[in-house]
């Protein structure tokens, strides 16, 4: 179990997290959501153990992060958002050094680095110059070299960023693959459909302050009501609002409704009714954008 | 600890820039200033070789400042130091791993620059004990010194800049390119207060007047203890090196 507890940043007088406390259990992905500059990097680095002043106090398992920094640190692996490679040298000069500064040596360390280039697919470049690699290629090494110790927690700092949807799939199958041997992964994203995909439970992050904090589907119960989504000629806000509370969204509208099925079919009759001809008509299911555009009024990508 | 060193010693070996900087360079100084210089009758052929090759290797002793520059912005900018930072490794290992393959690149190089001098031009060497440490101790001030440089600076193009006022400025000051004794005496004072002034006044009493450790000591106090400022500065500045990191 990682408790976060009362975690406060300032840099000089901007105050980066802002009393910020959750739980997350063992063996769960946790996803950290938020727009640029909301404190995701900032908490990303403290408990990843890089940044070490700071208020508040995290514990891991048994041990606290203000008093056993070290053993903490040996359970992280941590995959940075930028690729962090040596690339003059090779793919293999790479794992020996991340390898050694888990304190992995001799045949442990062969053992491992075959097993990790297995679980990356790298082990037919293992003697190439990263140089040499595609940005996809790069990724999975870099998350290679977080993995060769068996941490028990991986920190994932946006891993995706800038790769092809092959490596992308092949990323995710290594987190299902780390997630079933019951490791604890705390993933950082700006793409919600992956924290949606791969997450169990999510804490929401804006201007330092944790919004919300809780499992998927809680949070989606609670935020985003089911609602459907009209588009067409005629379709006017005014003659939705006798459904239920609309609002205009993209090039349509988004029609709340508790009962949703009920309300299409009122919907399709009063639109055969007055001869209204609906290009899009469609159940819209509540995503984790809908939450946080919900809490802060302002949309992730625009935040 | 070993795994940085010996990782940033395979990069180093493999740059090209290095190797032009660290030997072809001073060689190419050496033997132009020497064929300059040793026509003068004015002064002995062994005074000649005695000022420019020890002078010249101390002056670019100094350019390790620039790889080490250039290697810790590039770490911090790609984001490795907070990468590193995020391993159980100890600030003081990560340190010690930087820097013993540039004090190790620093001793090859005084050792070549010395044997091209004693194989080309008869170079007396002296007291090789009391030789060795004052070269052990001028390898501690230089990459002491590059790496408080390579930590403070905010970019790479100002470590640059601020190494070739430190070699070049230290080398004109500090009599490398030609003996304190011509210079007005404020200069002559502002000399000592310089690194490469001690360096060279070492080198002299044991090559020139057959010195040894006991006639180096306060040479090599000095240039330990400017190399240990060095390292502590940059052991101080690092919690904000490592804020400037990306990650």
């Given at each position: 179990m990682i408790k976060v507890e009362n975690i406060s940043k300032h840099y000089g007088t901007l105050q980066a997290l802002d009393n910020i406390s959750f739980t997350i259990n063992e063996g769960t992905c946790f996803g950290l959501v938020g727009p640029n500059g909301a404190g995701k990097s900032t908490l990303m680095k403290i408990l990843s153990g890089?940044?070490?002043?700071?208020?508040g106090d995290i514990h891991v398992r048994d041990w606290q992060v203000s008093k056993d920094r070290l053993k903490i640190k040996q359970q992280i692996g941590y995959i940075p958002?930028?690729?962090?490679?040596?690339?003059?040298?090779t793919a293999r000069d790479n794992l020996i050094l991340f390898g050694n500064l888990y304190g992995l040596k001799g045949k442990e360390l062969q053992h491992r680095m075959d097993e990790v280039l297995d679980q990356i697919g790298l082990t037919d470049r293992v003697?190439?110059?990263?140089?040499?690699?595609?940005g996809g290629m790069k990724r999975r090494l870099n998350i290679g070299c977080a993995l060769l110790h068996k941490p028990g927690i991986v920190i994932m700092d946006?891993?995706?960023?800038?790769?092809?949807p092959q490596s992308r799939n092949s990323i995710f199958s290594i987190i299902h693959q780390l997630k079933a041997e019951g490791s604890t992964i705390i993933y950082s994203s700006h793409y919600m459909e992956e924290v949606e995909q791969l997450c169990d439970s999510i804490g929401l992050i804006d201007k330092g302050q944790l919004m919300e904090f809780g499992r998927m589907e809680e949070l989606l119960e609670k935020y985003a009501k089911p609602s459907l989504f009209i588009a067409g000629e005629g379709i006017e806000l005014g003659m939705l609002q006798s459904f239920g509370e609309a609002e205009a969204k993209g090039n349509g509208y988004l029609l709340n409704s508790e009962e949703p099925l009920l309300t299409l079919e009122k919907l399709v009759a009063h639109c055969r009714e007055h001869r209204l001809e609906p290009r899009r008509l469609e159940l819209y299911h509540p995503r984790l954008e809908d939450i946080f555009f919900n809490l802060t009024g302002t949309q992730l990508r625009d935040a | 600890m070993w795994a940085i060193a010996r990782t940033e010693l395979k990069k180093t070996v493999q740059d090209k820039g290095l190797w032009f900087w660290t030997f072809v360079l001073p060689i190419v100084f050496i033997v132009a200033f020497v064929a300059i210089f040793s026509g003068d009758e004015s002064t002995s052929y062994k005074e000649v070789v005695t000022q420019i090759i020890p002078g010249y290797t101390i002056m670019f002793a100094f350019f390790i400042m620039i790889s080490m520059v250039i290697v810790f912005v590039k770490d911090r900018e790609r984001g490795m130091v907070a990468r590193i930072a995020s391993t159980p490794l100890s600030i003081h290992q990560y340190f010690f791993g930087k820097w013993l393959p540039f004090m190790i690149v620093v001793l090859v190089q005084i050792t070549v620059l010395f044997g091209f001098g004693v194989v080309v031009y008869d170079l007396p060497l002296g007291d090789p004990f009391a030789l060795i440490l004052l070269s052990l101790a001028l390898a501690f001030i230089v990459t002491g010194w590059g790496m408080a440089m390579a930590v403070i600076v905010r970019t790479e193009n100002m470590g640059i800049a601020m190494t070739q006022i430190l070699a070049l400025g230290g080398a004109l000051l500090g009599g490398?390119?030609?003996?304190?004794?011509?210079?007005?005496e404020v200069v002559q004072n502002i000399s000592k207060a310089l690194p490469q002034y001690w360096a060279l006044q070492g080198y002299k009493e044991i090559i020139l007047s057959g010195g040894g450790v006991g006639d180096i000591w306060f040479h090599l106090v000095f240039l330990i203890v400017a190399g240990v400022a060095g390292g502590v500065l940059a052991l101080v500045s690092y919690p904000r090196f490592l804020r400037q990191s990306r990650s």
């Open positions: 890089i940044l070490l002043n700071f208020d958002q930028e690729i962090c490679l040596e690339d003059t040298l003697k190439d110059k990263v140089v040499t690699f595609s946006e891993p995706t960023v800038g790769i092809d | 490398l390119w030609m003996p304190v004794e011509f210079m007005p």
